[in-house]
């Protein structure tokens, strides 16, 4: 069974920096993306970067373009995004999800339970 755990969520002011971490455990024989998924209050969940299974290709939401890095070590199983230059608009409920394509969070099978990260001056 495929559990996904995000840690690295919290508080922080406009312009900061936050580095998200999803732990993947019981995953074995990953064939697609893997991406951190987003979802703010009264809004529908979107994408925010995703990562193809070696690494090779990234895709990116274009609000977190040139801000976010997502990248991964495989050797552990983790998933990270490192997000800088903080908004207020990147408040919301982040999570991670595997076996998918690109930024459609409809064709993830796999979620992790999300980590808050609250940008706020």
């Known amino acids: 069974q495929v559990q996904l755990v995000e840690t690295g969520g919290g508080s922080v002011q406009p312009g900061g920096s936050l580095r998200l971490t999803c732990h993947a455990s019981?995953?074995?024989?990953?064939?697609?993306?893997m991406g951190w998924f987003r979802q703010a209050p009264g809004k529908e969940r979107e994408g925010v970067a995703s990562?193809?299974?070696?690494?090779?290709?990234?895709r990116y939401a274009a609000s977190v373009e040139g801000r976010f890095t997502i990248f991964q070590d495989n050797a552990k199983s983790t998933l990270y995004l490192q997000m800088n230059s903080l908004k207020l608009e990147d408040t919301a409920m982040y999570y991670c999800?595997?076996?998918?394509?690109?930024?459609?969070?409809?064709?993830?099978?796999?979620w992790g339970q999300g980590t808050q990260v609250t940008v706020s001056s």
């Open positions: 019981g995953y074995t024989n990953r064939t697609n993306y």
């Open positions: 999800a595997a076996e998918g394509i690109g930024l459609g969070a409809s064709s993830y099978k796999y």
């Open positions: 990562i193809s299974p070696r690494g090779g290709v990234s």
